[in-house]
């Protein structure tokens, strides 16, 4: 690309243009379809999700190179690795598709296993469809541990989580 005067891209807010899903079941991750993001037994728990709740991260450790007489150590990029950190936080709510009922362990279990599906840079208004880049985070949940009571703002829960496969940057199928 030739040299130009310098412009600014443009960027894309996440408030308004991020939607988490929490699905229970899809056959391939790196492909998701409507019918599996679209299901009665999947739900959107964007909005139950506290401003510091979606705490996925990601880094990329490197490993030396280290060879004899060279002035520079080199580096090789060692693997990827995704956490959740001290797990999700989502607030209190007996609303049938909020992340308080839907994440919850049906008992006597103690865990819960399924799939986060991350949608960015598309209107939260929009529905699922085909095309749309998605990020498929297979996970296990833990029990639900109620948060803190400070007298000001909401109930919350807490739920550490698993990841139990790679997690997928895809595209929805048909």
């Not at 506290?50 to 090789?76: A, F, I, M, N, V």
Request: overall charge negative; proline content about 7%.
């Amino acid at each position: 690309m030739p040299d130009i005067a310098d412009t600014v891209p443009p960027a894309i807010d996440q408030k308004g243009n991020t939607v988490i899903w929490w699905v229970q079941t899809i056959s391939s991750a790196i492909a998701p379809t409507v019918t599996e993001i679209g299901a009665a037994t999947s739900f959107r728990v964007t909005h139950s999700l506290t401003t510091d709740g979606w705490t996925l991260d990601g880094s990329q450790g490197k490993q030396p190179d280290d060879r004899l007489t060279l002035t520079t150590p080199l580096e090789s990029l060692d693997s990827l690795v995704y956490t959740f950190g001290d797990g999700i936080k989502y607030v209190d709510s007996s609303a049938a598709g909020s992340a308080a009922v839907v994440l919850k362990p049906t008992a006597p279990a103690t865990s819960k296993a399924g799939f986060f599906v991350e949608r960015r840079n598309v209107p939260n208004a929009t529905l699922v469809a085909t095309a749309q880049s998605v990020r498929v985070i297979p996970v296990t949940l833990g029990p639900q541990i109620r948060g803190p009571i400070d007298g000001t703002g909401k109930f919350t829960y807490k739920q550490q989580v698993s990841i139990t496969g790679v997690p997928v940057e895809g595209v929805v199928a048909v």
